[in-house]
Structure formats: structure tokens, C-alpha cells
């Protein structure tokens, strides 16, 4: 993984390499772990979080190990790890460690926005180095005090949401630009409520358009001047697959911007929904399915206990069946 | 303090407390602590971040002990904790722990949001228990599992924020609803950029109304039937103090709704402008200075270094001041 190439050329690359653009959302929860793995992590604290933690970490790492050569990324969902407490963001670490030593990408699923400073502290949190976003000779830095400060979160993008503005989103856009990074920004989500305020319309020059739409021009204006790779920027933008009128809307307005598409499997959207994010060369999106994959074992033999082996091989078929259906759908869609 | 009871009764009963509605932000910064808690940090750990964090968290200590009599409450601000990995989590651990033990409310400032299973996760985290949000009967739960799963960050309040709507919203509006818990959603923030979209117009019935006067429209809806207090309930709202006269129709528009005004001292807004987010009975917020009373030894003294104990010492006179700003400015508006 080469640090100095801009985002979308490692995606580029890994897509290529991987046959496909699956990417494996880690959203580990607790309650849903393999029986063996739950035992073993009880074996290892008397903390329940600490346990929960410990088994969380393990399981990852089976799945990242039973996909490495299937997915592009995988996209830890933050909260999952921050519900167990710092033994949580210590197994978020050791995951993030784990894929990027295994040749994946990592979307840090955040959400984060804040105003600028605080951006800032994000920003290093999630995309590294420590010093990003610190007004350099303005009397020292956290790094000059305390040596180099790394969270150890750093991963190759983070994804963001848009309400604060431009100026809340300078140190992600710094990230992108500077140190190769990568962001995705809410623009239209996949939940019920998403089309709550994300489609309204709003007043745009003489006339309307809808709320996501209006941040979908903020995209592109954040993509300007960025560093890219076969016409892509590093500024992505996050589109549900569940409208896929929309999504292809979406898509003819946003040229040069990669889609992160989540919601493939569980949250009701397949591989002709998800097609629809895609450009008619079949490139420009990641899809992301989370539960479908790491517990596909439960959707495969429902009520059987099953094992953290039986859990990584089924993630591995299910991983391998959505990279089919998706290139499937995609070879459809290069004939319209 | 009394878990049951409503959270606006909570701070209804601090501010009464306290003699006014100060809440003090954490926002740990490594490059502005004084010399001899970075000395004493760096003595703590060869790794850097725990030597950073092994600092913060004695810094916030002090500054907790220092306004402990003055604040309502405290604002950790989650980026700066995330900055440092797991050990910047540990400390937050150890400053939530603190500022609760000497009768502080804590206000985890996270601006939280995503769909509603990984909303839960994030409701778990900062709003405790943990196992708010997950359905009961459904073959168990991570608490069935590993035992009492706690974050040990539980606050009494987080900040959120609107863009992904209504059921994004559930599991925070379940805490405040049945666990005492209450939420600040962004309505408008006190960034440069925060009126980009903000105060896009959006057509709303038959007129236009601005996006954040849509999102207030939201907030009054989520507080319906929730547990009041003195006619206050736990859906908050986040209104920057930097425009005087959008908060005061805010103001206007949301009864019943408090306040959480950022921004004041550093971000340029004052007591008079942070007055236009009250109630004419001079109640319904409450108002957040970071910067200005953390750092407010290097404000006193610019260049001079300073050790823990006068920054401390300082923040407890900027503490008092801001509070004496406030009731004047208070008076000044009941007399309207």
C-alpha cells in the first residue's frame, strides 16, 4: 500500500486486484458472536467489556482473514467498538492493523463533523499523521512536546457528514489532499428517515433541488484540485442503493466521485439496486455489506450454533456470492 | 444525583445550584497543557499518546476540581480524546468518572448519528445501559452473553446531529425518554460555514422556512411526550451564539427546548450575544466556554509558562467572570 498515491488510485488498484468492489462492513456485535468465540473471550476477563472486546478483536481478524482476497476494504463501524469502552477502540486498533497487514483498505465508518479545530482532532484520529490540521510555528506542537502522537486509528478514510459546512470539512479535505486519504461524504443514507431532510428542496440560483443534491455540488466543489487516478477523486460521497432512481441521479451529477453504497444485503438492497451507483464503465463505487457477510452463518443455517470457523466460511461464500451478483449486474448494466 | 429523574430537571436543579448556567468544555489539547504536566505525562510512558493522555487526564481533573462549584456541567470533547487512540478513551474514561463524582453533568460532545442499529451502539456508549436498543426475545443479548456490558463513558447527555432523520434519532430519543437521558441536537452551529446549508431555504407547507428552522421543527416533534421539567423536556438543541438574532427566533420557535450555546469567549461570542438563547425568564440554556477557561492562563498571561496549579487557577477566575458576564447579561434581558 503506497502512501504518497492519492485514494482512489489504491481503490482503483485494489478493485482490479480484488475482482470486484466489495467492501465488508466490521460492525461486531456482541450479542450475535460465534458460541466459541463468546466462551473464549469470557476465558480471557472478568471485565465483561474487556471480554466482549477481546472476542470482538479475534473475530475480526477471522473475517478479514476469510475475505483479504475478495474485498477491496472493510469498514469498521466506530460505534460498535466505542459501545465496549476503551477495550473497544483497542480491538478497533488491532482490527484496522490487522486489515491493512492483510493488503485491505480501511473506511473508518465515523460519521464525524465538527467545527474546523475540532475536525482537526478527527482528522488525526482517524487519517493520520498526528500533526495534521496544528498550525505549525505557532508555538509548538502536541508532537514537539510529547513526540510523535499517533491514535493508531489511522485508516485510509473516514467517512463524514455534511451539516457544519465547508469550513468543518478542511481538515478531512487537507487529509485528502496532502496525505493520500480518503473521505466519503453523507449525501443521500439508506435509512427510512434519510429522505427526511436529505430530500427537501431547497432554493439553488433560480431553482430547486433537494437538500442532497445541494451537498452533492458541495462534493464536487471539494473534489476540485484534489489529486486523482483515472478521472477520481478523493472526495466520495455516501449513496444508499435503496432509491436507485435516486442513485442514478446521483451518479449523472457527480462525475469523478466514488460512491461508498451501503446497505447491500440486510438493509434490503441487492446487486440491481447497487448497479445503479456505478458509471456505465462499471467503475466509480464500493458497495459495503456488514451483517450479511460476518454473520452470513446465521442467514445460512438459521438456529445453529455454529463455530467461529463455520462463521468465517460462510463469510467467505457470502463475500464471493456478492462479488458475482455485483459483477453480474454490472456486466448488465455495461450493455443498456 | 438522581438517575430517574428527567434530565432537564437535572440541570434545572445545577444551574439553580451553581448560580448560573456555565458548562466548562473539555478539549484537551497535548500542544497547550502546561510544561510541567507534559514533564510529568512524558515521566508516565515512553509512548507518546499514553504520555499525552496520562496528562489530559490529570488536566481535566484539575480543571474539573478548579470549577467544580461554578460549572453545571462539563463538555468532553470526544475528537480530542479520540486523537490519542485508546489511551485518549482511557482518559476520557477517567475524566467522565471524575467530573460525575464531584457532582458535575457531563455533556459527551460526539455529534453522533447514523441509521438506527448502529445509533443503539452509539446510545450505548454515552447514554447507557448497555443494552439499550437491542430487542429483547431475539435469541439474547451481548448482556445474556459477557455479562453487564458498560462503555464506562456513560454521560448524561450527547450531542447528535439531524442529517440522517427521525429513526436515525430512536435509540437516543429511548435514553432520554426512559433512562434520564438527554440529547443536543445541531440545529445551527457557530462555524463560519454552518450557515452553507443551515440556512438554505426549504420549502416547508405552503412557505420556506430555513433548513435549521426545519430541523427546530424536528426537535420540538422528538420532544413531544417526553419527561418534562418546570415545562423543559431532554431534546435539546444546539444553537452557536454567533448570530444574535437567529437564536432569538429560534429561541422563539422552540419552547420547552434548551439550549446548548457554544462558542463563547474563543469564538468570539459574549455574554450579550449568548443572551439572545434565553428565555425572557432568563432560563433554557445553557452556555459552553472551552477554550477561554482551560487555557485561560496563557489569555492572563500570554508567553509565560505557567504550571498546572496556575492554570487551574485561572480557569476557576475566567469561570467565575463568565458566570458574572452571564447573570448580568441575563438581568439585563429580564428587564426587557
Known amino acids: 500500500m503506497k502512501h504518497g498515491e492519492p485514494f482512489p488510485a489504491r481503490v482503483a488498484a485494489a478493485v482490479e486486484d480484488k475482482g470486484g468492489p466489495v467492501v465488508v462492513g466490521l460492525d461486531p456485535r456482541p450479542e450475535l458472536l460465534p458460541p466459541d468465540l463468546v466462551a473464549w473471550g469470557r476465558r480471557q476477563s472478568t471485565d465483561p467489556r474487556r471480554a466482549a472486546a477481546a472476542a470482538v478483536a479475534v473475530f475480526n481478524r477471522l473475517i478479514i482473514d476469510a475475505v483479504h482476497d475478495i474485498a477491496v476494504a472493510v469498514k469498521p463501524q466506530l460505534a460498535f467498538f466505542e459501545q465496549l469502552g476503551w ?14 497487514r492483510r493488503g485491505l483498505l480501511v473506511i473508518a465508518d465515523g460519521k464525524r463533523h465538527d467545527i474546523g479545530s475540532t475536525a482537526a482532532a478527527y482528522a488525526r484520529a482517524y487519517l493520520g499523521p498526528g500533526d495534521l490540521g496544528e498550525r505549525k510555528g505557532s508555538g509548538g506542537t502536541g508532537e514537539a512536546l510529547f513526540g510523535a502522537l499517533e491514535s493508531g486509528l489511522e485508516a485510509d478514510a473516514l467517512t463524514v457528514s455534511p451539516y457544519m459546512g465547508t469550513d468543518s470539512m478542511e481538515p478531512f479535505l487537507d487529509a485528502c489532499r496532502h496525505y493520500g486519504k480518503g473521505i466519503f461524504v453523507l449525501v443521500r443514507t439508506s435509512n427510512p428517515s434519510g429522505a427526511e431532510l436529505q430530500n427537501l428542496r431547497v432554493q439553488s440560483g433560480a431553482g430547486t433541488l433537494t437538500l442532497a443534491e445541494r451537498v452533492a455540488e458541495l462534493v464536487m466543489r471539494w473534489n476540485e484540485g484534489m489529486p486523482r487516478a483515472d478521472g477520481y477523486g478523493p472526495v466520495g460521497a ?99
Open 87 to 100: 477495550p473497544g477502540v483497542q480491538a478497533l486498533e488491532e482490527t484496522i492493523t490487522h486489515a491493512r
Open 238 to 336: 455516501v449513496v444508499g442503493a435503496t432509491e436507485p432512481a435516486e442513485a442514478a441521479r446521483l451518479r449523472r451529477q457527480l462525475p469523478g466521485v466514488l460512491f461508498l453504497v451501503p446497505g447491500y444485503g440486510a438493509q434490503g438492497a441487492g446487486a440491481k439496486e447497487a448497479a445503479a451507483a456505478f458509471a456505465p464503465d462499471g467503475r466509480g463505487a464500493l458497495v459495503n455489506a456488514a451483517r450479511a457477510i460476518q454473520y452470513a452463518w446465521q442467514v445460512e443455517r438459521p438456529g445453529e450454533p455454529g463455530t467461529a470457523d463455520d462463521y468465517a466460511a460462510a463469510a467467505r461464500r457470502a463475500a464471493q456470492r456478492m462479488r458475482e451478483e455485483l459483477q453480474a449486474a454490472l456486466q448488465g448494466e455495461g450493455s443498456r
